[in-house]
């Protein structure tokens, strides 16, 4: 999605309205969705499909 030129904003509204949730539940913010784009970019891991289980 960031390769599509949407921001990060765009990018945890669309988490949100297709009701994908965090880690711990809750929904997602532009911080979150840094921080996992930078940990997956370090770590040099491929993306999970299913970004975070839903509890």
């Not at 297709?18 to 491929?46: I, M």
């Amino acid at each position: 999605m960031r390769q599509t030129g949407l921001s990060l904003r765009e990018i945890a509204a669309r988490f949100n309205a297709e009701n994908h949730r965090s880690r711990n539940g809750q929904a997602w913010n532009h911080t979150q969705v840094a921080r996992v784009l930078k940990y997956f970019a370090v770590e040099d891991l491929p993306f999970p499909s299913l970004y975070w289980p839903n509890p």
